[in-house]
């Protein structure tokens, strides 16, 4: 069973420049999250997508991230513009039966 | 926010020798469960145990909970070189039950 996709892996952005991550879950996991992982500290849920609707967001800062899910499948996450504290890791995850499954994350880094 | 605490933020122990963590949290849960990440397989599920469970085995790993106490303690009996890793523990929220609040991590170092 293939895994949780995500790229690209690794990505150096400018501050005020805008960046963009892909996540294609587990086939059949209706469920999609996107965390931030910043360095020392555990995964935040950014956002929980249920198919293409929004189950939880409320710690997503929506002045400059955005997500979508347009199709119940793929997702996209963006920040516009990025700051440099959102040098990260950002992990997308997907669930069946309340056990996650992530994948292997996008380390961003903000200069 | 975190919701959890881990206890030791660090652990270094040798190989064979058991290692202990320790998670605490604030709400009330629907479940708990122990992840692991390690730059080579990246964030892997262990352990779920559910609130009205008190203790859990699988291989190598045991978990307990107590409600009561809001903690949960997680035992690696008989260490390998290869566990070495970040572990969190994360709360199931009662409200959304998909939702996982994770805590802060203990960073485990084993010594062959």
């Known amino acids: 069973e293939a895994g949780v996709a995500q790229s690209p892996r690794y990505k150096i952005i400018e501050k005020r420049q805008s960046v963009a991550f892909w996540c294609n879950p587990i086939s059949g996991h209706a469920t999609l999250y996107w965390y931030q992982q910043i360095l020392g500290q555990g995964p935040k849920l950014l956002i929980q997508f249920q198919n293409n609707g929004v189950v939880d967001d409320s710690q997503l800062p929506k002045d400059r991230f955005s997500a979508e899910r347009l199709k119940g499948v793929d997702s996209t996450l963006k920040i516009q513009p990025a700051k440099l504290e959102d040098s990260a890791v950002y992990l997308c995850?997907?669930?069946?039966?309340?056990?996650?499954?992530f994948g292997p994350g996008t380390r961003l880094t903000v200069l | 926010s975190q919701q959890g605490e881990e206890d030791p933020q660090a652990l270094s122990i040798q190989e064979g020798e058991n290692a202990t963590m320790n998670c605490s949290y604030k709400t009330s849960i629907n479940n708990l469960q122990w992840y692991r990440q390690n730059s080579g397989r990246g964030l892997v599920h262990l352990i779920l145990?559910?609130?009205?469970?008190r203790e859990k085995h699988s291989g190598r790993l045991r978990v307990t909970l107590d409600t009561s106490k809001k903690s949960s303690s997680l035992l690696i009996t008989a260490s390998r070189a290869a566990d070495t890793a970040s572990y969190f523990c994360a709360t199931g929220v009662t409200y959304n039950t998909d939702k996982l609040i994770f805590g802060t991590g203990t960073r485990l170092q084993v010594f062959p």
């Open positions: 145990i559910r609130s009205n469970e």
């Open positions: 995850a997907s669930s069946l039966k309340g056990e996650q499954f």
